[in-house]
């Protein structure tokens, strides 16, 4: 059974930092597309960043780009965020999910970690 937990969240204030991590198992990890997902309160979930299977090529949503940055340990099976000079607006529910193409759609998720930052 294919499992992937979110953690680091928490709250925050505005310009501070944060990392998540999302730990999978049950599958064979370096053979997924992985990325982080957002949902806000009465927002629609949006894509934050995804890495592929050798971490060779990212992405990052123009609103994250320049101030998280992702990575992946295939060993440790493990995904990160890195979230820096945060703000308010980055408050949302963290996901992690994975999928077997670049394209999608996204196979696995995680519950989620919530993050919230103060003004």
């Known amino acids: 059974q294919v499992h992937l937990v979110e953690s680091g969240g928490g709250l925050v204030q505005a310009g501070d930092s944060l990392t998540l991590s999302c730990t999978a198992s049950?599958?064979?990890?370096?053979?997924?597309?992985v990325g982080w997902f957002r949902q806000a309160p009465g927002k629609e979930r949006e894509t934050v960043s995804a890495?592929?299977?050798?971490?060779?090529?990212?992405y990052y949503a123009n609103s994250v780009k320049g101030r998280f940055t992702i990575s992946r340990d295939n060993v440790k099976n493990t995904l990160y965020l890195q979230m820096t000079s945060l703000k308010p607006e980055d408050t949302a529910v963290y996901y992690c999910?994975?999928?077997?193409?670049?394209?999608?759609?996204?196979?696995?998720w995680g519950q989620g970690t919530q993050v919230t930052v103060s003004s």
């Open positions: 890495i592929s299977w050798t971490g060779s090529r990212t």
């Open positions: 049950g599958l064979t990890f370096g053979n997924y597309f």
């Open positions: 999910a994975a999928s077997k193409t670049m394209t999608g759609p996204y196979d696995y």
